[in-house]
């Protein structure tokens, strides 16, 4: 929690901090107390008692859980999993005026996988924004012997989007082990790439994936508004390049046609990733993705056979159907 210029360091200042957030979330969200009340009341500034808040929901100490006996759209869950032959299909609303799908479809997601992960299993995540969303989303837990397995490389630059960062807030949340890729999403050669995957620290975590339990998988499009471009994952070269040969989104740095055939291109031969067999073998896989921009992406990775669960929004849900 960022703190006052003149708060000093130490051990009695962070407990000091958890206590004053617990008791301003208390009275916000238990009491129904306004901001600025609990500003008079606690001798606090109303835009610190907001600072306060924003940061205990971005870090996990505050979690919102919706209860609910059957889904939102029970008739487009039913037809998602007719239609595609999926195990399941969760439908969230989608958001009002244009607003970014991937912050719900992330707390489904977060949702699902706090209630489907069990003791001493395994959670195989990928990268991008909605990856990221689950991960705050996740119910905290202790002692339940949860491993996380990053099961690509990372970026260099730090987003909401970075693999690292997202496997780091995972494993905080489960209590759990985390084992990372350390290599980059994408190497400068495939030659490099090869000694990379070769490298015993990296092996070793691909190894790992053929023993996930379960994984949750997001999905990259490569539309004009792609995360790809604006966080300058690849080069709008590329991103022509790989539209031309036919691509339509990756999962897991695995691009793939509408079809859910995987491209051809060179970008492919220097991304560090599980393959797209270890990716087929694992038991749970949960594919969270939402936008109309996406919709090719999730049917080929539907396709494709990356996903026993498909966690979307309404309209995208429509589109697909």
């Known amino acids: 929690m960022k703190r006052d210029a003149n708060d000093a360091p130490g051990d009695e200042l962070q407990t000091a901090d958890a206590q004053l957030m617990a008791r301003i979330c208390?009275?916000?969200?238990?009491?129904?107390?306004?901001?600025?009340?609990?500003?008079?009341?606690?001798?606090?500034?109303?835009?610190?008692?907001?600072?306060?808040?924003?940061?205990?929901?971005?870090?996990?100490?505050?979690?919102?859980?919706?209860?609910?006996?059957?889904?939102?759209?029970?008739?487009?869950?039913?037809?998602?999993?007719?239609?595609?032959?999926?195990?399941?299909?969760?439908?969230?609303?989608?958001?009002?005026?244009?607003?970014?799908?991937?912050?719900?479809?992330?707390?489904?997601?977060?949702?699902?996988?706090?209630?489907?992960?069990?003791?001493?299993?395994?959670?195989?995540?990928?990268?991008?924004?909605?990856?990221?969303?689950?991960?705050?989303?996740?119910?905290?837990?202790?002692?339940?012997?949860?491993?996380?397995?990053?099961?690509?490389?990372?970026?260099?630059?730090?987003?909401?989007?970075?693999?690292?960062?997202?496997?780091?807030?995972?494993?905080?949340?489960?209590?759990?082990?985390?084992?990372?890729?350390?290599?980059?999403?994408?190497?400068?050669?495939?030659?490099?790439?090869?000694?990379?995957?070769?490298?015993?620290?990296?092996?070793?975590?691909?190894?790992?994936?053929?023993?996930?339990?379960?994984?949750l998988l997001s999905a990259t499009d490569l539309s004009e508004q792609s995360k790809v471009l604006e966080y300058e994952v690849i080069s709008r070269d590329t991103w022509r390049s790989l539209r031309a040969a036919g691509a339509t989104g990756d999962i897991c740095g695995h691009y793939l046609d509408v079809n859910g055939n995987a491209v051809d291109h060179p970008l492919v031969s220097r991304a560090v990733h599980a393959s797209l067999d270890d990716l087929r073998a694992i038991p749970r896989l949960i594919l969270a993705a939402g936008g109309p921009q996406k919709v090719a992406i999730v049917k080929g990775a539907i396709r494709a056979g990356l996903a026993h669960v498909l966690i979307t929004d309404e309209a995208t849900a429509s589109a697909l159907l």
């Open 26 to 215: 208390w009275a916000y969200f238990k009491e129904g107390q306004t901001q600025e009340a609990i500003a008079q009341r606690m001798g606090l500034t109303r835009k610190r008692v907001n600072r306060v808040l924003n940061d205990a929901r971005t870090s996990g100490f505050v979690q919102t859980t919706i209860n609910s006996p059957i889904g939102a759209y029970v008739e487009l869950e039913a037809k998602l999993v007719a239609a595609y032959g999926l195990a399941e299909a969760i439908v969230v609303p989608t958001p009002a005026h244009d607003a970014d799908v991937r912050p719900v479809i992330g707390a489904a997601a977060g949702q699902y996988v706090s209630e489907r992960l069990r003791h001493h299993e395994s959670l195989g995540i990928t990268w991008g924004g909605t990856i990221n969303a689950a991960a705050q989303n996740i119910l905290r837990r202790q002692g339940m012997d949860n491993t996380v397995v990053l099961m690509c490389g990372g970026l260099a630059k730090s987003t909401r989007i970075n693999p690292y960062d997202n496997a780091a807030i995972f494993a905080r949340m489960l209590d759990a082990t985390c084992y990372y890729m350390t290599a980059p999403l994408y190497a400068q050669t495939a030659a490099l790439r090869d000694a990379l995957v070769d490298s015993e620290p990296v092996r070793g975590v691909l190894e790992m994936v053929r023993n996930v339990d379960m994984a």
